[in-house]
């Protein structure tokens, strides 16, 4: 069902200081900015490894504090926020994941990073593990999307 990490998504309460340090310390690149209004965050990947294989960092700035990440950031502080899995095919994957008893964040896909179809599940259920599927762009369960330049 999961066939890589796709990506570790860090909060942090600065992107460009985050990705200035992923950057300096790494060597690693910006591939992507978003804004995801309705996920409430500022974001940027930044590449670990190149398709097809490919594995990204994931840093996430709230865009206010009353946000998803913004209350993981007042609670937790600056840190890894969740994982996220690819899987090839998100929708059977939520329906497997949904029998076993976990309780899925997200019922059905929605739109992520990269023209992504992503899907949380709930960490409570996980050994308080945030977790995320990713079925990259051009997987059969994929709608169009549209993402917004910063
Ligand atoms: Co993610």
Do not use: W
């Not at 990705?19 to 965050?41: C, D, H, P």
């Not at 896909?109 to 051009?138: C, Y």
């Amino acid at each position: 069902m999961l066939t890589r990490i796709d990506h570790v998504g860090i909060a942090c309460p600065d992107l460009e200081a985050a990705i200035a340090r992923y950057e300096s310390v790494f060597g690693l690149t910006v591939v992507s900015r978003e804004t995801n209004s309705e996920q409430g965050v500022r974001e940027a990947m930044l590449a670990v490894s190149a398709a097809p294989a490919a594995s990204y960092v994931q840093l996430l700035e709230p865009l206010h504090p009353d946000t998803p990440v913004g209350r993981f950031l007042a609670r937790r502080g600056e840190g890894i926020h969740h994982i996220g899995y690819a899987v090839p095919d998100i929708t059977a994957a939520l329906a497997a994941i949904g029998e076993s008893g976990v309780r899925l964040v997200d019922e059905r896909p929605r739109h992520g990073s990269m023209g992504a179809s992503i899907a949380f599940l709930h960490p409570s259920d996980l050994g308080g593990v945030l977790t995320e599927l990713v079925q990259a762009r051009g997987g059969r369960a994929l709608q169009p999307c549209e993402t917004k330049a910063i």
